[in-house]
């Protein structure tokens, strides 16, 4: 039996660094920025896309680190993703979770895994607040209940994740491959019919000629 543990104890939660001003790319910047529209949980992240900033304080900047955990704070959808790797710095912007498992009862993946589940999303949905861009506080994401099953179990979760995510990317490919031949079978018979239309209208007028 799984022990379920409020997700305040197995991780540290912080909320995304608020900007003052729009962001907006610099070339000459030295952080790059993670906003609410890169969090997606089907494509991951990538880090070289992410705009550029020269720090606006003279504090240190809350740097994202491999193994932290992002979640958006506000809105209707709730992925997360796991950063895997910082080959620069890199911040959460304000609307956005950073949760750093600090307990060796559970895994980032897993972890990241937990919170796409009906139960973590159910549980979010009903803890919002507001009515125009309903909210998640840090206080009621603290209080979801993880069920924190072995680490072996946890692993094998992940990779079954991994082989589903890659089993719905072949399943698209195939269906975008089929559509395409569909389209050129299509293509030809109309193409085919069109000319033999044309055909039998120049033979009509030439016996009328």
């Known amino acids: ?15 995304g660094y608020s900007f003052r001003t729009r962001i907006e790319n ?14 997606r949980a089907d494509s991951g992240i990538d880090p070289a896309g992410l705009p550029l900033v020269q720090w606006p304080v003279a504090t ?3 740097l ?23 080959d620069q710095p890199m911040v959460a912007s304000g609307p956005l979770f950073v949760m750093t498992p600090e307990s060796h ?3 980032p993946g897993y972890l990241c895994w937990y919170l796409q589940q009906r139960y973590a ?13 309903p909210s998640l506080s840090r206080k009621a994401l603290a209080r979801l209940p993880v069920a924190v099953p072995a680490l072996d179990v946890q692993k094998k979760l992940v990779e079954l994740s991994k082989l589903w995510k890659k089993q719905q990317l072949l ?3 195939l269906l975008i491959n089929r559509q395409q031949l569909l389209d050129g079978i299509s293509d030809k018979l109309l193409e085919s019919y069109v000319m033999s239309s044309v ?8 016996v009328w000629a």
């Open 199 to 206: 055909k039998q209208q120049t033979l009509n007028a030439a």
């Open 64 to 86: 994202l680190k491999a193994g932290d955990v992002v979640m958006p704070a506000r809105g209707d959808h709730y992925e997360t993703v796991t950063i895997k790797q910082v």
């Open 1 to 15: 039996m799984n022990v379920k543990t409020a997700l305040g104890k197995l991780a540290e939660i912080r909320t």
């Open 26 to 39: 610099d070339p000459l910047g030295t952080v790059r920025v993670l906003q609410i529209s890169d969090v």
């Open 105 to 107: 009862a559970v895994i």
């Open 60 to 62: 240190a900047p809350p």
């Open 121 to 133: 999303q159910s549980f979010i949905l009903k803890n919002r607040a507001g009515t125009n861009i």
């Open 171 to 173: 399943v698209q490919r």
